[in-house]
């Protein structure tokens, strides 16, 4: 049987990494059966395209996986597909909270042939032989254990990726015009994968806005260490194959949630020489370690995601987030950037203790800080949260079904100190005021002092990141772009040119042990 895995696109970016879920079912399929990944992020479709595709490749079921603000566009292709007559499973953390809305037993229309609760490392190949069969079942659901919780896979052995092998053409974030000229530059940049590495699952914070710990429960997993250090030295010989680059997003929710085992593996990735650039999400209150952020930088770490949500402590408060302490975040961000490595720091607005001026507030403090790329979003109450909950008791949700009638931007909820609409103002303000041509300006010039590689990666991805608020799909929009920030890309052109023009002279001892200092983060 074909099987085709389908993430639908999320309407605002192009993504920039894919979704882990295809890759992990697609080496857990039984054999006999061939598995075709779309990312409609990748590879944009229309649902009759999707049903044409379907048609033409001989499909016998799809498999397609959403989170809740993408669940709308989701259903609208299982629809299609549907009534093509293809079967569809449906699976993510969506439709494990709400599965009676996928099946249409919530008084709306039905849309998948079968939901998959949970994770399905260990159902889906029960759901791969059952619709070949044509037997599928409505529900698929992981065993439980003696107190009917869900039995967790271990992890442990871990499912073999064959990153070497696999077709990543659709999520090579490198235009195909300018592959040929890149591959020629330095180590080569004929191709560009963010490619998503889990190390382990789950998180016993329970902050109140997060189905993280409800989904993966509060007990964490762990993959060994060398189960992952051989996953990265088979990225980087495909990125050395291809002349290419590769950098590794570790999704796990806190890649530093056991600092002795975070360390332990990150001492492996050191021995073995398998670092890669990499991005992890790591929460405040854990990178107070210096030897751990050492660790980090020695091993290819480059950008740290920090969940700050709010610089008022009583918000943090309000969402059972109080281990993060903002009067510690400078403190943080200055002890990664000696080594070079920048944050993405990420924002909630609209929590109950915001006013109007809650985007100036914020911005003053981040202005404080070394740069990095603040992201904004806004408090949703996420369905099967505790946060939801609290909000639905209160009788505080305009829009309970907000995932039905989706619109970025937009809260289902008011906050206690100021309305729907001033929360989407202050969110505007914070995006517009963090990438304005002036801020990035000032971003790469507070870094002056260091080695102009880290300059050009402060402003690639600060364009990059400006993306997710505003609308950057066309060509022209990314020409716009670059003609508002062409005084400073013209500067560190010029200086990236000299630096490469001295490079291909002896270089002066100086300039050597600068060279060293700059590629090893130190001061
Ligand atoms: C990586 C990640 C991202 C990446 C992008 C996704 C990507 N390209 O991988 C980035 C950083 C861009 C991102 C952004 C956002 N994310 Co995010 N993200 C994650 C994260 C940390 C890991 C996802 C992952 O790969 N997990 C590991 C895999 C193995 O698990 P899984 O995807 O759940 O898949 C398993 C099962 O669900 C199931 N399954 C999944 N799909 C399917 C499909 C079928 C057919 C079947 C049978 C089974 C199945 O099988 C898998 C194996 O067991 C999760 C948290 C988490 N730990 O999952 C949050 C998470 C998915 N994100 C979340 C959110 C809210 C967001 C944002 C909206 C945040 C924001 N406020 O801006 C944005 C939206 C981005 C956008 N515009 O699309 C929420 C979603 C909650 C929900 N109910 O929808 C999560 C769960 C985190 C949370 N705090 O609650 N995210
Ligand atoms: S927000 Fe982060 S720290 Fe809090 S429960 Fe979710 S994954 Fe854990």
């Known amino acids: 049987m074909k099987i085709l895995l389908y993430n639908p696109d999320n309407g605002v970016t192009r993504n920039f990494m894919p979704h882990l879920w295809m890759f992990l079912l697609q080496a857990l399929t039984p054999p006999g059966h061939e598995v075709i990944l779309v990312d409609g992020n990748a590879r944009a479709m229309t649902e009759e395209e999707l049903v044409r595709f379907v048609r033409r490749e001989g499909v016998g079921l799809v498999g397609i996986g959403a989170m809740t603000r993408m669940v709308a566009r989701a259903y609208r292709f299982a629809d299609a597909l549907r009534a093509a007559g293809v079967p569809v499973v449906m699976g993510g953390p969506h439709v494990t909270e709400c599965p009676e809305e996928a099946l249409g037993r919530a008084g709306g229309p039905r849309h998948a042939d079968a939901v998959a609760l949970g994770e399905a490392d260990e159902t889906w190949p029960l759901i791969v032989e059952d619709a070949a069969r044509g037997e599928l079942k409505e529900v698929y659901e992981p065993e439980r254990d003696a107190k009917g919780l869900d039995k967790k896979p271990s992890l442990q052995p871990y499912p073999h990726i064959p990153w070497e092998t696999l077709d990543l053409d659709q999520f090579s974030l490198v235009p195909s015009f300018f592959r040929p000229l890149l591959s020629k530059m330095g180590a080569g940049w004929g191709q560009f994968h963010v490619v998503p590495v889990e190390t382990g699952r789950g998180c016993p914070y329970g902050c109140e806005f997060c189905t993280v710990t409800g989904f993966f429960g509060d007990s964490i997993r762990f993959r060994t260490n060398e189960s992952v250090v051989e996953e990265l030295l088979r990225l980087k010989e495909r990125a050395r194959r291809e002349r290419g680059q590769v950098a590794v997003f570790f999704i796990d929710d806190n890649l530093a949630i056991n600092v002795k085992r975070t360390k332990s593996l990150l001492r492996d990735i050191i021995e073995a020489g398998a670092q890669l650039p990499w991005v992890a999400q790591i929460s405040a209150n854990l990178l107070r370690d210096e030897e751990l952020v050492d660790l980090i ?24 987030k109080n281990f993060s302490k903002p009067s510690e975040y400078g403190a943080v961000l200055e002890r990664l950037a000696r080594r070079d490595i920048y944050a993405i720091t990420s924002f909630i607005f609209g929590m109950d203790n915001d006013t109007v001026g809650v985007a100036d507030r914020t911005l003053g403090e981040i202005e404080s800080w070394p740069p990095g790329l603040p992201v904004f979003g806004q408090l949703t109450p996420f369905p099967a949260t505790p946060l939801y909950e609290r909000l639905e008791k209160a009788g505080r949700l305009d829009r309970p079904k907000h995932w039905l009638d989706f619109a970025p931007f937009v809260m289902a909820h008011a906050p206690l100190k100021m309305s729907i609409e001033e929360a989407r103002a202050e969110t505007r303000r914070a ?27 402060m402003l690639v991805a600060r364009l990059f990141f400006r993306g997710i608020y505003f609308p950057q799909m066309t060509r022209r929009a990314w020409l716009k772009l670059l003609a508002d920030n062409r005084r400073t890309i013209f500067s560190l052109a010029r200086e990236g040119f000299a630096t490469w023009r001295r490079s291909r002279r002896a270089p002066e001892p100086e300039e050597v042990a600068s060279a060293a200092a700059a590629s090893w983060g130190a001061d």
């Not at 995006?431 to 990666?457: F, G, K, L, T």
């Open 297 to 320: 930088a020695a091993s290819g770490g480059k950008w740290v995601f920090i969940g700050m949500e709010s610089v008022d402590p009583a918000n943090m408060a309000d969402v059972n």
């Open 431 to 457: 995006w517009e005021a963090s990438y304005s041509p002036a801020r990035n300006a000032e971003a790469v010039e507070s870094i002056a002092d260091r080695h102009i590689q880290y300059r050009i990666s």
